[in-house]
């Protein structure tokens, strides 16, 4: 089975701009969840997706929002981009039920803001 | 509130070495635990998770409740066994907190 697979791998964006991501999970895998991952506050959970419906949700503001297509492949975006946002954001997918924590993870998307 | 803490930034040893990597969790309920690792240029994947009591290339972790601890240990480290571990606590769903990582460097 191929795995998880994010685009683009890296991006440069400038504040204000908004930016989409998108994750394709390993095929029959049901949920999508995604991590920002920084230097200063490591791997921090932003949402999970399960058959379409956002199931979690972390602390992050309205910037951050998603959504799950029928396919199961999944995009992130965020809006009005601060110099804060600059991250890997990793996408992982798991069957969806029944949870048993077991992620597998993309390699991420680089996105730098300037 | 669900808090995973890693207090070694970075754990160097021997190869040969018996190996500790600590981890400290704080949950209301019962706690699911894990231990997710990443190998240099690889990615972050699932090394053990606590319901499973199973032993991983020879990594074994014991979750224990009266200390609120989780440690993965090894017996006897060898140099493939360098990578950045999490730990790892799972609420509800597929939302995993993580803790900061801790790297294993093991020498020759």
């Known amino acids: 089975k191929a795995g998880v697979t994010q685009t683009p791998r890296y991006l440069i964006k400038t504040r204000g701009q908004q930016v989409t991501l998108s994750c394709s999970p390993i095929?029959?895998?049901?949920?999508v969840s995604w991590y920002q991952q920084t230097p200063g506050q490591g791997l921090q959970f932003l949402f999970e997706?399960?058959?379409?419906?956002?199931?979690n949700k972390g602390n992050f503001p309205g910037r951050f929002s998603g959504r799950q297509f029928s396919n199961s492949r999944s995009e992130m975006n965020v809006s009005t981009l601060e110099l804060g946002d600059s991250a890997l954001y990793l996408c992982?997918?798991?069957?969806?039920?029944?949870?048993?924590?077991?992620?597998?993870f993309g390699e991420g998307s680089r996105l730098t803001v300037l | 509130a669900q808090r995973v803490t890693q207090p070694e930034k970075l754990l160097s040893v021997f190869k040969g070495a018996p190996v500790e990597l600590k981890c400290n969790y704080s949950?209301?309920?019962?706690?699911?635990l894990f231990w997710y690792v990443q190998y240099s240029r690889q990615r972050l994947q699932l090394l053990l998770r606590?319901?499973s009591r199973e032993s991983i290339k020879g990594f074994t972790a014991d979750l224990n409740k009266g200390e609120t601890s989780f440690h993965l240990k090894k017996p006897f480290a060898q140099e493939e066994d360098s990578a950045m571990y999490y730990c790892?606590?799972?609420?509800?769903?597929?939302?995993?907190?993580f803790g900061a990582g801790t790297i294993l460097r093991v020498k020759s």
């Open positions: 992982a997918s798991s069957p969806g039920t029944p949870n048993t924590g077991e992620l597998f």
């Open positions: 997706y399960f058959s379409e419906t956002q199931r």
């Open positions: 095929s029959g895998h049901r949920s």
């Open positions: 606590h319901i």
């Open positions: 790892a606590l799972s609420g509800y769903g597929n939302k995993l907190v």
């Open positions: 949950y209301s309920g019962s706690p699911e």
